[in-house]
């Protein structure tokens, strides 16, 4: 990272805007400022009246991609040498990190993004992200290298098919990376994803730990090589396809037997899912306690009501296979794990307690952002008990697959919270000893971390 793309970094933000930190939860304004807006996109009014009291914002830093999306509809996938005619095309910010950054804004939280775009190119890119309250004071507008680039093909059957020009995104100033982590303080967090080099996300990661932070790794798109592992992360969100990429990168495989995919996503009576991306959908979070937090900062007791809480088991041959591949990793790395899991919804390894949520059936029209919107509004809702932070991650998710585009899909923090509840589950409850002792369990288990997970051991 050369000392030209720091000065780049500077010059090419020293006239943008501040960033009005001031805005409330949920508060999207609209459309992408200077890209054409999806249908779906939804434009809501910020509804604080000026001086009220807001309550606190939960703070995520995004260290990612930042890419200009090009997406054409078509009926079905060209084969070799095949020319078809596209039923529409759309142009709009994407990137993973953007993506997810947009996400996180949109759930309310107070969001920083450090990334790199192309300075004759970037500017409508940086005008998406102003607009929905995101700081981009640490992206930086390189003069010799064009923005990141994503080719989108949306068939009739909500799939899709992506391909990606890195672009600015792999010149990323070690600067702008450093200035950005050295600000975290204990209790946010670090965002990160799989489109921008491993060595600045390493990097960020290091940083964000000797801050106390919490990392959010999100393994999208699966690594190539073991190279491509960022280590010393707190949380790793996967798909199937990822997790078991990763599972094997590990030689964590002896026991593991591999994920058997669940019936693809995106279709007229599934959840969402993206061939790059993980994500998910779901009701009813199927697990023995409503009292862990991510990394043991304390617990936090949810009743269940209306979080969809179930304790009656999953299937035993899904939930063997899914549970050693996540108890493999998380052995392996030390850190939670959340994998979604197409139709079959999402399971997650967390304070060594495991659980399920279900897929949600909703009409997919593009599952392009559809993981994406989930790791940010996941990232964003790190003060709530597990169970509710799931349930509203999900829920998000599903109702960014019901529109077309990558960020203009997600939605507002208001729509989700809009959801009605969840209908009750008719099977009986196991007693409620029973429930207590298990919540009890986890709790302890994700307290004391076990071999391996205190900060000071960790990889």
Known sequence: MSAAHDSASAAGNASRPQTNDSAGPGS????????????????????EAVGAERPPRNRVLVVGSVNIDDAVRVPRFPGPGETLSARSSATALGGKGANQAVAAARAGAAVRMVGAVGARDGSTALDALDADGIGTEGVARLEDTPSGRAFVFIDDRAENSIVV??????????????????????????????????????????????????????????????????????????????????????????????VVPGPALGRSTAGPQSSTASAAAGDGVRAASAAIELRG?????????????????????????????????????GADVICTLGAAGAAYRVGGVFGRAAARPVAAVDTTAAGDTFAGYFAALADLPLPQRLRRALDAASLAVTRPGASPSIPARAEVDALGPLSPDPRPAPAEAGVAAAQTAAVHSHRDLGPGRDRGTRP
């Open 28 to 47: 999207h304004t609209g459309a992408p400022v200077g890209l054409e807006p999806g249908p779906g996109a939804v434009a809501l009014a910020r509804p």
């Open 165 to 258: 020009v890195p672009g600015a995104n792999h010149a990323i100033p070690e600067a702008a990376v450093r200035d950005a982590c050295l600000a975290l303080r204990p209790g946010e967090v670090l965002l990160l994803q799989n489109e921008i080099p491993a060595e600045t996300s390493r990097l960020a990661a290091r940083l964000a730990r000797e801050a106390d932070a919490t990392v959010v790794w999100n393994a999208a798109p699966a690594p190539e090589s073991s190279e491509e592992i960022v280590e010393g992360h707190d949380l790793l969100l996967v798909n199937e396809h990822e997790l078991d990429r990763i599972v094997t990168l590990l030689g964590a495989t002896d026991n593991a037997p591999r």
């Open 297 to 333: 900062r304390g617990t936090r007791t949810d009743p269940a009501a209306g979080s969809g809480i179930s304790t009656d088991p999953v299937p035993a041959d899904t939930a063997r296979s899914v549970e050693s591949l996540l108890a493999a990793v998380a052995s392996a790395t």
